[in-house]
């Protein structure tokens, strides 16, 4: 069995555009299928509407987390809770094409464990959401070490690596930690549909703060770079060093004050910077530490078979 994993934030208009959508290419293709929308503490009726739908048909698993915790929360719920044999994360606003999931369905067959969805095109975004992107995962393939350009949450996992997954204590970023766990994978590739109903979920200060977190997750680079720069300073300080003690030896005393504020503004600002970094690494050493529960599933409801 397939189980397809879906994330919903205030999506009421799209649980059951996106449910009949793909159920019924599912149904053409015979391919037996379980559904788990994972309502992220959606403000509308998104979690009334998935539990009407999964009294009405058999297939429904609904879960309503007590706030919004976040896409990656949901979908770590959602894999938390599938019990088929291999699972495609999709959204929900139908951006991710459901014939794909066909596609991917028969790579499994061959024997695929991880069937990556990149896409070929960015469909119409806002144009400092597609700058921002482009920034983005130039950044963090280069410090994490795996390319991500055009990587996305939509996926299918074989059942070995949804339990391996779901042995991750860490708050990962799910299009990364499927490259991290290596695994036969393929790719498919496919177009970002227009959004069909409501808005993107994601601010751009959203974006930006998710950027952060998730270059962080993989990558301790920013804090050698406190490491050069410290170093740099050093020879920096040195030659100045070197330089003042001759102007003092030879009596000619410095009339250089100017040159005392730039230095002392410019090691403070350094200083400053390289304290932000480490204390951001804390912080999420801290957030690890507290081990708090990714997410707090407040109602279940579950189609009766
Ligand atoms: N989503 C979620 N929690 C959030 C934000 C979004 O579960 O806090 C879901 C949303 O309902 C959708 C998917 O994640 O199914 C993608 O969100 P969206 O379409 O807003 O993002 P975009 O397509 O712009 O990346
Ligand atoms: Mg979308």
């Given at each position: 069995?397939?189980?397809i994993v879906?994330?919903?934030?205030n999506?009421e208009n799209?649980?059951v ?25 959606s ?20 879960l309503?987390?007590s706030r ?5 929360s949901?979908?770590?719920a ?22 794909k999931i ?9 024997g695929?464990?991880i069937?990556e969805g990149v896409?070929s ?5 806002k144009k400092?959401?597609?700058?921002g ?6 950044l963090?393939?280069r410090m994490?070490g795996?390319?991500m350009?055009?990587s996305?949450?939509?996926k ?23 490259f991290?766990v ?10 970002v549909?227009?959004?069909v109903?409501?808005?993107?979920k ?24 406190v490491?050069v ?5 050093l020879?920096i300080?040195?030659i100045?060093?070197v330089w ?5 030896i030879v ?6 004050m100017?040159?005392v504020i ?5 090691i403070?600002?350094?200083i400053?910077?390289?304290l ?5 690494y804390?912080?999420?050493?801290y957030?690890e ?7 707090i599933i ?5 189609s009766?078979?």
């Amino acid at each position: 069995m397939l189980s397809i994993v879906i994330p919903a934030y205030n999506e009421e208009n799209c649980i059951v555009r996106a449910y009949s959508a793909i159920q019924s290419l599912l149904n053409e293709n015979k391919i037996a299928a379980e559904f788990i929308f994972v309502d992220d503490g959606s403000m509308d009726r998104t979690y009334q509407i998935i539990s009407d739908l999964s009294l009405e048909k058999e297939n429904i698993v609904g879960l309503h987390f007590s706030r919004n915790f976040g896409k990656e929360s949901a979908i770590s719920a959602g894999l938390a809770a599938a019990s088929g044999d291999c699972a495609v994360v999709i959204d929900c606003d139908l951006q991710h094409p459901p014939e794909k999931i066909v596609e991917m369905y028969r790579l499994w067959e061959q024997g695929y464990e991880i069937v990556e969805g990149v896409k070929s095109a960015r469909g119409q975004e806002k144009k400092l959401h597609r700058l921002g992107a482009k920034f983005f995962y130039s950044l963090i393939s280069r410090m994490a070490g795996f390319d991500m350009a055009n990587s996305s949450d939509f996926k299918l996992l074989d059942r070995k690596v949804i339990d391996v997954l779901n042995k991750m204590p860490e708050r990962g970023f799910f299009r990364a930690i499927s490259f991290w766990v290596g695994y036969n994978k393929t790719t498919v590739e496919y177009t970002v549909n227009e959004r069909v109903d409501g808005e993107s979920k994601w601010s751009t200060r959203g974006l930006v703060k998710y950027a952060f977190s998730n270059i962080s997750s993989y990558s301790t680079a920013p804090m050698q770079t406190v490491t050069v720069l410290g170093s740099v300073m050093l020879i920096i300080s040195v030659i100045f060093g070197v330089w003042a003690l001759i102007d003092k030896i030879v009596g000619r005393a410095l009339e250089g004050m100017t040159t005392v504020i730039i230095i002392t503004i410019f090691i403070g600002s350094i200083i400053m910077i390289s304290l932000g970094i480490i204390g951001y690494y804390i912080a999420r050493i801290y957030e690890e530490i507290k081990g708090r529960p990714k997410y707090i599933i407040s109602e279940t409801v579950r189609s009766k078979k």
